[in-house]
């Protein structure tokens, strides 16, 4: 565990405040829902909580299979990670924090298909933006809404530059956003 040297006090509602510095690092926004641990020690853990998380094990069977049936690769994140990569590099993307772009898109509940498929895709992840070489420039990403929240995405990008996208590609990512946010609704 990593000291922080902020020290804060429960207010009369048992409420505590969590440093903006770290909620700015973290990524936890104003309604955001956190997970409570706590330890033997006495340690109390927040962290926080992704609904699609912990539908990770499908999330990645699913990924494969988008891989193999589109000869694309398939990628599903959270609000906040990548959490399945398949038919691509795992270890660039495998969770790796979204890019800034990818989050706006979730917020807007967008569904993005590069432009006339010949544009620079969206990045994915934050180190994307700074390697071209990562760069594809086929790309649909697909949103996961469950409840009327965005809870993540689910992304086919072309193995091959003159590869594009059709109607087929964006049927089947909005066939597995609809299905992983389906697994999810209460």
């Given at each position: 565990?990593?000291?922080?040297?902020?020290?804060?006090?429960?207010?009369?509602?048992?409420?505590?405040?969590?440093?903006?510095?770290?909620?700015?690092?973290?990524?936890?926004?104003?309604?955001?829902?956190?997970?409570?641990?706590?330890?033997?020690?006495?340690?109390?853990?927040?962290?926080?909580?992704?609904?699609?998380?912990?539908?990770?094990?499908?999330?990645?069977?699913?990924?494969?299979?988008?891989?193999k049936t589109t000869g694309h690769i398939?990628?599903?994140?959270?609000?906040?990670?990548?959490?399945?990569?398949?038919?691509?590099?795992?270890?660039?993307?495998?969770?790796?924090?979204?890019?800034?772009?990818?989050?706006?898109?979730?917020?807007?509940?967008?569904?993005?298909?590069?432009?006339?498929?010949?544009?620079?895709?969206?990045?994915?992840?934050?180190?994307?933006?700074?390697?071209?070489?990562?760069?594809?420039?086929?790309?649909?990403?697909?949103?996961?809404?469950?409840?009327?929240?965005?809870?993540?995405?689910?992304?086919?990008?072309?193995?091959?530059?003159?590869?594009?996208?059709?109607?087929?590609?964006?049927?089947?990512?909005?066939?597995?956003?609809?299905?992983?946010?389906?697994?999810?609704?209460?």
């Amino acid at each position: 565990m990593k000291a922080t040297g902020v020290v804060r006090r429960i207010d009369d509602l048992g409420r505590i405040v969590i440093p903006k510095e770290i909620r700015k690092t973290l990524r936890i926004k104003e309604g955001d829902p956190l997970e409570i641990f706590t330890e033997k020690e006495g340690s109390i853990i927040l962290r926080k909580y992704s609904p699609i998380g912990e539908l990770s094990e499908f999330a990645t069977g699913y990924a494969e299979t988008l891989a193999k049936t589109t000869g694309h690769i398939a990628f599903i994140t959270d609000k906040d990670t990548v959490i399945a990569v398949s038919g691509g590099p795992k270890k660039d993307y495998l969770e790796q924090n979204v890019s800034d772009e990818l989050e706006q898109l979730m917020e807007d509940k967008e569904v993005y298909t590069s432009k006339e498929n010949s544009d620079i895709a969206l990045p994915i992840t934050e180190h994307d933006k700074d390697n071209k070489e990562k760069r594809y420039n086929s790309q649909i990403v697909y949103p996961i809404i469950s409840n009327g929240d965005t809870i993540g995405t689910v992304i086919l990008l072309s193995k091959q530059a003159n590869t594009k996208m059709n109607e087929v590609e964006k049927k089947v990512a909005q066939s597995a956003a609809n299905f992983l946010g389906s697994q999810l609704e209460i």
